[in-house]
């Protein structure tokens, strides 16, 4: 079984039509960088990867390398130059765990998780970089055949998550498909144990404050109240997301149907 955090494989998730997402053809996760031998042997073997699509920063790109199975095409495509910080410049010294830092700028009333990931989620959609990463994301798996693409950010969730929701969108899939599996993600047991190891390391730093401790927890999970706002913002700029996907995308109505009918099972 593969043991890259937040990892999963789209198929079987269902249109409105009927129809299923193809097996082993659209893999989301988080980075390669910790990933195990075996877990490069399966998505090699078992998956057949061709591709995978590296949506991170330059900067967490180069600070942690994707470790890429042989033969298979690295492809960077980033949707953001540059993340905010969780944690003010100083108190990037301190000698304390991430997440403790974090929960004391939250105290400090110089964190706002849902604030940050609520501008960041409109800026994956409709910055120049965002809408030109997302464009090629499409044209790897319009050019993609056979085979299966494995698209990642740092942790798998938000540039990821977005990913997914434009993909299956753009593959007819519901709106409540789409919203379960975003969600998905904060039940994965890679988020499960590390949303406990967060708040183990901030007991240790003796910070009790429950509404800071709550901001921790918050940034390592996903929120449709993020997707909301994001979706909103381009409804507004673009109308509908079906004009986004055409219009910011390039997807048109010819593309978006040969997508479907390379990544959809035919109606039974």
């Known amino acids: 079984m593969i043991g890259i955090a937040n990892f999963r494989d789209l198929g079987g998730i269902a249109t409105r ?26 998505l090699r073997e078992r998956y057949d990867l061709v591709n995978v699509i590296d949506l991170r920063t330059a900067e967490e790109a180069e600070a942690h390398t994707d470790l890429i199975p042989e033969g298979v095409s690295y492809r960077f495509v980033p949707v ?16 304390l765990s991430t997440q403790a830092k974090m929960a004391i700028a939250a105290q400090r009333g110089l964190l706002d998780v849902d604030a940050i990931l609520r501008k960041s989620y409109v800026g994956f ?5 965002g809408r030109q990463g997302y464009s ?83 940034s390592m999970e996903v929120n449709t109240g993020w997707l909301k706002v994001a979706l909103e913002a381009v409804s507004q700029q673009y109308g509908d997301l079906d004009n986004y ?22 109606c039974a």
């Open 17 to 42: 039509d009927g129809r299923r997402v193809r097996q082993r053809r659209l893999l989301r996760g988080s980075s390669l960088t910790k990933a195990e031998p075996t877990d490069l042997i399966e």
């Open 136 to 218: 090629t994301m499409f044209d790897i798996l319009l050019d993609t055949p056979n085979g299966s693409t494995f698209f990642h950010c740092s942790a798998g969730k938000d540039r990821t998550g977005l990913a997914a929701v434009l993909i299956l969108h753009a593959l007819n899939v519901g709106p409540e498909e789409i919203q379960k599996d975003y969600l998905a993600t904060n039940d994965d047991p890679s988020v499960v144990q590390r949303v406990k190891r967060a708040r183990k390391a901030i007991a240790e730093a003796g910070i009790t404050d429950r509404k800071a401790i709550d901001q921790v927890i918050m």
């Open 125 to 129: 959609l409709l910055s120049e970089i």
């Open 80 to 95: 953001r130059e540059k993340l905010e910080s969780f944690i003010p410049g100083d108190m990037q010294s301190m000698p």
């Open 245 to 266: 996907l055409e219009k910011a995308l390039g997807l048109t109505p010819e593309r978006r149907r040969k997508l479907q009918d390379m990544y959809l099972e035919p």
